[in-house]
Structure formats: structure tokens, C-alpha cells
């Protein structure tokens, strides 16, 4: 199967802050993106989707100006979460669509911890 | 709005013993069904899929049902290992032949094995 990479795994900021979260398809070409949000023991939740060169679609409720989105490339995809709250703490999985995959992969998630 | 639903949250089993994970979705109209498994800290893994032409499918050691009368989803483990232990969800797509897909996740089983 396909690989998918996000770094950092792990993140604990303080309130106020911005993170950047990043997301490679490592050996195939995603030209969209969709990353997603969990809570604790919650499903996981679409936010936003990316296509390639273009911005992103934001579900309802998820605030574009505070989740930004930059899907420069076909191999990268980054979301920064601007003045983080403590609300904003969650588990951000990115999801990479693969030309010529049927197959939708999964990154491993980045657990953020606002303080 | 449409969603996709479980009806246990979670399950218990005995190591050796099949395991039977059921899903409710709403959308009539999907046709396209998948489960994932999701372990502690990690991003979601495909199992297996389902399209609506079909009732049943087959992988190794999982099967999933598909009842579109009832709108029901199962998937079955057999023999199942501590391995096996995560939280599993259904996915719904409404449209295979869009490309890419944009799934709607279910609330998720939690399946602990006893060993």
C-alpha cells in the first residue's frame, strides 16, 4: 500500500500559538487531500478538502482563516492551526487521494495538545 | 443531515471466537462501503470495501454484509486474535465512480479480545 507521513507526531504548544502540521505521500502523487480531525473517542470528522494548486473547501463549521490549509505540491500538504486553543486539542489525520489508487490512505494523525 | 451510525460502542470477545460489528447508515443513496480498523494512536487502516451491487465480500478472515433493505452494515471476524483488538469503523462513499472519495466515518466499535 501507499505510504503517508506527518510530522510531528506529536505537538504541545501553549494557547495563543500557531502549528504546522505536514503531510507526504511518500511514493505516489496525491493531487487532493482531505484532512481530518478527531476528538477522543469520537469518529473522525472531515474538515477540509485540498485539490492540488487550488484552496481548499472547508466543511461547515471549520473556520478557514484559523485552519489554514497550502497543498503546494503533489507530495505535500500542510495544515497550520492558527492561535491555538485548548478546544483545538485533537488527533489531525491527513488523507492523501493516489492516482491510480481506488484505495484512500491514512496518515499516521498528529496528536495536538494545547496548553 | 445523512450519517452513517454504529449500534455497539463497544465489544468484547473471547480470543478464537468470531466477532460480528455491525453498522446502520442513512444514506440510501451510497454505494460504496468501508470498514477501517483504527489502532490507539494511529491513523485508519483499510479492511475491506463493498460496493452496493453486492451483498457480500470476502477477505482474509473478514467478511462484510451488506443489507441495503434494512441499511445495514456487518463485519465479521473470524477467529479472532488480540491483534484484532481497535476501534472499527464504516465508512460510507456516496459515489464510487467519483474518484476521489470523500467518506463519512461512522461513531466506531471498540472490539476488545480477551485472551
Known amino acids: 500500500g501507499a505510504v503517508v507521513s506527518q510530522h510531528p507526531s506529536r505537538v504541545i504548544c501553549k494557547s495563543g500559538t500557531s502549528v504546522k502540521i505536514e503531510c507526504r505521500s511518500l511514493?505516489?502523487?496525491?493531487?487532493?487531500m482531505f484532512w481530518y480531525r478527531q476528538f477522543p473517542k469520537q469518529s473522525l470528522m472531515l474538515m477540509a478538502t485540498s485539490n492540488e494548486g487550488s484552496k481548499a473547501t472547508y466543511e461547515q463549521g471549520v473556520e478557514k482563516d484559523k485552519f489554514l490549509i497550502n497543498h503546494a505540491s503533489l507530495t505535500l500538504s500542510t495544515l497550520t492551526v492558527t492561535s491555538a486553543h485548548p478546544e483545538d486539542s485533537s488527533f489531525y489525520i491527513c488523507s492523501p487521494a493516489a492516482i491510480p489508487y481506488n484505495e484512500q490512505f491514512f496518515g499516521p494523525g498528529t496528536r495536538l495538545t494545547v496548553l | 443531515g445523512e450519517s452513517v451510525g454504529l449500534h455497539l460502542p463497544t465489544l468484547s470477545v473471547q480470543e478464537g471466537d468470531n466477532s460480528i460489528i455491525n453498522c446502520a447508515y442513512s444514506n440510501s443513496a451510497s454505494d460504496y462501503f468501508i470498514w477501517y480498523k483504527q489502532e490507539s494512536g494511529k491513523g485508519p487502516q483499510f479492511i475491506i470495501d463493498i460496493r452496493s451491487n453486492m451483498d457480500k465480500r470476502q477477505g482474509q478472515r473478514v467478511t462484510v454484509l451488506l443489507n441495503k433493505t434494512v441499511k445495514h452494515l456487518s463485519l465479521q471476524i473470524a477467529a479472532t486474535q488480540p491483534g484484532d483488538s481497535a476501534v472499527y469503523f464504516c465508512a460510507e462513499n456516496p459515489s464510487f465512480s467519483g474518484g476521489y472519495q470523500k467518506v463519512t466515518f461512522g461513531t466506531g466499535t471498540k472490539l476488545q479480545v480477551i485472551p
Open positions: 511514493d505516489f502523487q496525491a493531487t487532493t
